[in-house]
């Protein structure tokens, strides 16, 4: 069974529009969730983990427990941003979701 | 700064072929992983370690090995390569304090013929 669902492969905005990626997860305890991002030709690394409520490099993820999801957002997007990212939840085993391709445009 | 070496970034071998893919770690770590990558299916876990000499399953193991002998070094197995397992090979690392902060290496491409 999947764990963890991110519905969209491909995710595109314009510079400077709000983004926000999604992530559903299937677990009913408490679960241990993170993001992680690859930039073109960089290695996968992880981004942030939600126990800690950071925001990194102006995303910020929250815990929706009673909808068991896990969005990443971020109010303003940069070309930077341009990624992979993957969100992943933590259990006896670490599980993956299929990833999603965020293209920001000028 | 941590550094997952992998033994080579692209390896190109025939069917039924053992391939070996090597992956070395320079900080100490307990936990090492191998996942594949593949387009619209994201990372699967193949094998996991948490110590020497010991592994543990993930969630496509069939078809592939690990060992570990060594702390630093975890090596996956092809015992014998299909084409269905051309893919992106990553392998990881992480405490085990810290098993969530995974350090990847580069990945090696392997394409079975």
């Known amino acids: 069974a999947q764990r963890v669902t991110q519905p969209e492969k491909l995710l595109s905005v314009f510079k400077g529009a709000p983004v926000e990626l999604k992530c559903n997860y299937s677990y009913s305890g408490s679960p241990e969730l993170f993001w992680y991002v690859q930039y073109s030709r960089q290695r996968l690394q992880l981004l942030l983990r939600h126990i800690s409520r950071e925001s990194i490099k102006g995303f910020t993820a929250d815990l929706n427990k009673g909808e068991t999801s896990f969005h990443l957002k971020k109010p303003f997007a940069q070309e930077e941003d341009s990624a992979m990212y993957y969100c992943?939840?933590?259990?006896?085993?670490?599980?993956f979701g299929s990833g999603t391709k965020l293209n920001v445009k000028p | 700064d941590v550094k997952v070496t992998q033994s080579s970034r692209y390896l190109v071998k025939r069917t039924g072929e053992k391939v070996f893919l090597e992956c070395v770690q320079d900080?100490?770590?307990?936990?090492m992983f191998w996942y594949r990558q593949d387009p619209g299916l994201g990372l699967r876990l193949i094998y996991f370690?948490?110590?020497?000499?010991?592994?543990e399953k993930g969630d496509i193991p069939e078809g592939y090995s690990v060992s570990r002998e060594k702390k630093e070094r975890f090596s996956l197995i092809l015992e014998s390569a299909s084409t269905n397992q051309t893919s992106m090979y990553l392998c990881?690392?992480?405490?085990?304090?810290?098993?969530?902060?995974?350090?990847f290496g580069p990945g090696t491409r392997l394409t079975v013929l």
């Open positions: 370690s948490y110590d020497v000499k010991m592994k």
């Open positions: 900080m100490d770590h307990e936990n």
């Open positions: 992943a939840l933590s259990l006896n085993k670490f599980y």
């Open positions: 990881a690392s992480s405490p085990v304090e810290h098993f969530y902060e995974q350090f």
